[in-house]
């Protein structure tokens, strides 16, 4: 009986640490499933982005946070040393290649370039972009679209210059 019962509290106790593994996985995946969740991104321009590298002294920063809802995208793009700006997008496109526009951030809710004459230094455009805003591959798409492409590692910011209309300063959104 007194065996019975040490062979009992053994199983018991290698029961227990399988459940508590069990456990510590199904967390694990949990926060997996929260990675694969992600509403943050951001991203550091530069030259050196560019796929055709540019010279310059110019650099930003952009920042996106997707509403609890995922139907609002809020966006703040920063530029610091960048001259005759022109527009900023969201292009579809791997780190290394080229795409096409998918949503505009400046101007805002644009369509065609409006240029800032002369240096440029601070926050170019602060807004919350929606479906309606997509443009380009992703016109009438859903803002699931567009975060699976942040998500994916599949989208860059471009901001445009006179001197440089295609792009003075990339950065690959993460």
């Avoid at 053994?10 to 929260?34: P, W």
């Amino acid at each position: 009986m007194s065996h019975r019962s040490n062979w009992s509290r053994r199983e018991t106790l290698r029961t227990g640490a399988i459940v508590s593994g069990g456990l510590l996985s199904g967390a694990s995946a949990a926060g997996i499933a929260v990675a694969k969740e992600k509403r943050n991104f951001r991203t550091h321009l530069s030259g050196d982005e560019e796929v055709d590298a540019v010279e310059t002294d110019a650099q930003g920063q952009a920042t996106f946070q997707l509403d609890k809802a995922g139907d609002e995208l809020r966006y703040r793009l920063i530029v610091a040393n960048i001259d005759d700006v022109s527009m900023a997008h969201i292009h579809s496109a791997p780190a290394g290649s080229n795409g096409p526009a998918v949503a505009w951030l400046y101007p805002e809710g644009g369509s065609s370039p409006e240029l800032i004459p002369g240096r440029f230094d601070g926050v170019l455009a602060e807004a919350t972009l929606t479906a309606d805003d997509l443009v380009g591959p992703l016109d009438g798409g859903t803002m699931n679209d567009l975060v699976a492409l942040l998500r994916a590692g599949g989208a860059y910011v471009n901001v445009h210059t006179e001197a440089h209309p295609g792009g003075e300063v990339r950065g690959q959104i993460r």
